[in-house]
């Protein structure tokens, strides 16, 4: 595995040990998981606990006021130089945490900040919809009303992973409170509890590729919330200082993905650089822009609380760069691979098709060059 570009900054530091122990981790126990993982026979349930063991979803938790997710994001980017799925699975955990650890309901972050950062309890984030919402795509798929003590809430979400009967996840209603004296069309972000009978989890049709992720279609049938799991109302303002967090967290993904391409490439130089001399990408081209990616990726998670309109054009052109990247570097990885990668028992071909998925997931390329272009 290569070695991460970011600097050992203080010997007292833990978060270099964690990043070192997560990549051992994937190195020895992830990868032998990571075909059946793919193929949906697996869901690395007991692994995700033991990551946060070594502490890999506490590392971004604000410390009395600032946050830095440069060691979250490099830990994904080593899960993700070995499965893809696993990368994001952490960055659904990742993502929970950081929505406990910026929400004023000091209840809930009671309740719920050190049971997801240490990895007891794991689960994901229900925000697709939503941020497509907030950016005039679609339309908000749940309601609530107001009812004594919380809101009930109803509506389906056709996509929600990293979850099971035992696990939760955060989300967006409308509220839709009719003749009730409330706000109707205001917005309230909450946990949902997927051991909760009101909701059903039911398994999505089989994807191209990452199908062990834990994913479902999540319904909701008169769900009562209680104030209790709420966290924050009204949500835009909470939506605008989570979302470079919820955005640059994304990035492990693609970076890891990148890395074990461009290894890739290295591996077939031997028997086939003869001939790939030829192909127009080379690995060296994916380095640098890798290595340009990541400069930017640790700088601008060292602030993921910065309100300049500027910093967040930044992180929303790094999250659309890398996306195109992740599916570029694939397509070349498979390339130079030649007719060895088209076989299944060969990881370039999942490689590519985790690659898409860097691309499509929420904010997807289009989304981000729509964003882009609404300024």
């Given at each position: 595995?290569?070695?991460?570009?970011?600097?050992?900054?203080?010997?007292?530091?833990?978060?270099?040990?964690?990043?070192?122990?997560?990549?051992?981790?994937?190195?020895?126990?992830?990868?032998?998981?990571?075909?059946?993982?793919?193929?949906?026979?697996?869901?690395?349930?007991?692994?995700?606990?033991?990551?946060?063991?070594?502490?890999?979803?506490?590392?971004?938790?604000?410390?009395?006021?600032?946050?830095?997710?440069?060691?979250?994001?490099?830990?994904?980017?080593?899960?993700?130089?070995?499965?893809?799925a696993t990368a994001f699975m952490a960055w659904c955990q990742n993502t929970l945490?950081?929505?406990?650890a910026n929400s004023t309901n000091v209840k809930l972050a009671a309740r719920f900040?050190?049971?997801?950062?240490?990895?007891?309890?794991?689960?994901?984030?229900?925000?697709?919809?939503?941020?497509?919402?907030?950016?005039?795509?679609?339309?908000?798929?749940?309601?609530?009303?107001?009812?004594?003590?919380?809101?009930?809430?109803?509506?389906?979400?056709?996509?929600?992973?990293?979850?099971?009967?035992?696990?939760?996840?955060?989300?967006?209603?409308?509220?839709?409170?009719?003749?009730?004296?409330?706000?109707?069309?205001?917005?309230v972000m909450f946990l949902a509890d997927c051991s909760d009978p009101a909701i059903?989890?039911?398994?999505?049709?089989?994807?191209?590729?990452?199908?062990?992720?834990?994913?479902?279609?999540?319904?909701?049938?008169?769900?009562?919330?209680?104030?209790?799991?709420?966290?924050?109302?009204?949500?835009?303002?909470?939506?605008?200082?989570?979302?470079?967090?919820?955005?640059?967290?994304?990035?492990?993904?693609?970076?890891?993905?990148?890395?074990?391409?461009?290894?890739?490439?290295?591996?077939?130089?031997?028997?086939?650089?003869?001939?790939?001399?030829?192909?127009?990408?080379?690995?060296?081209?994916?380095?640098?822009?890798?290595?340009?990616?990541?400069?930017?990726?640790?700088?601008?998670?060292?602030?993921?609380?910065?309100?300049?309109?500027?910093?967040?054009?930044?992180?929303?052109?790094?999250?659309?760069?890398?996306?195109?990247?992740?599916?570029?570097?694939?397509?070349?990885?498979?390339?130079?691979?030649?007719?060895?990668?088209?076989?299944?028992?060969?990881?370039?071909?999942?490689?590519?098709?985790?690659?898409?998925?860097?691309?499509?997931?929420?904010?997807?390329?289009?989304?981000?060059?729509?964003?882009?272009?609404?300024?």
């Open positions: 595995m290569g070695s991460l570009a970011l600097s050992r900054v203080a010997a007292q530091d833990p978060a270099p040990t964690i990043t070192d122990e997560v990549a051992r981790l994937a190195r020895q126990e992830l990868a032998p998981l990571a075909s059946a993982i793919d193929a949906g026979s697996v869901y690395p349930g007991e692994f995700l606990r033991r990551l946060g063991k070594t502490g890999a979803w506490s590392s971004h938790v604000p410390q009395e006021g600032p946050a830095d997710l440069r060691w979250a994001i490099q830990s994904m980017a080593a899960l993700g130089e070995v499965c893809g945490v950081w929505y406990v900040g050190n049971c997801f950062s240490s990895g007891r309890a794991l689960g994901g984030t229900g925000l697709s919809n939503p941020m497509k919402s907030f950016f005039g795509i679609e339309r908000l798929k749940l309601k609530g009303r107001k009812v004594d003590g919380g809101y009930v809430v109803r509506g389906a979400l056709p996509w929600v992973s990293n979850l099971g009967p035992d696990h939760y996840f955060g989300t967006i209603f409308e509220r839709d409170d009719d003749g009730t004296g409330g706000e109707p069309g205001s917005t059903t989890l039911t398994p999505c049709k089989p994807f191209l590729a990452m199908d062990g992720t834990g994913t479902y279609s999540v319904q909701f049938r008169d769900v009562f919330v209680p104030d209790e799991l709420i966290l924050a109302e009204p949500a835009a303002p909470f939506v605008k200082r989570i979302r470079a967090g919820f955005i640059l967290l994304q990035t492990g993904m693609g970076l890891g993905l990148m890395r074990d391409c461009i290894n890739i490439m290295d591996e077939v130089h031997a028997p086939l650089g003869h001939v790939n001399r030829y192909l127009p990408q080379q690995p060296v081209q994916f380095r640098e822009l890798h290595a340009e990616f990541e400069k930017e990726a640790m700088t601008l998670a060292s602030d993921p609380y910065n309100a300049d309109d500027s910093y967040w054009r930044r992180v929303v052109a790094l999250r659309l760069r890398i996306g195109d990247a992740s599916v570029a570097v694939a397509h070349a990885a498979m390339l130079h691979c030649g007719a060895r990668g088209y076989l299944m028992s060969h990881r370039a071909q999942r490689r590519l098709r985790e690659a898409y998925f860097v691309a499509i997931v929420t904010p997807a390329t289009k989304q981000l060059r729509k964003m882009l272009a609404d300024g």
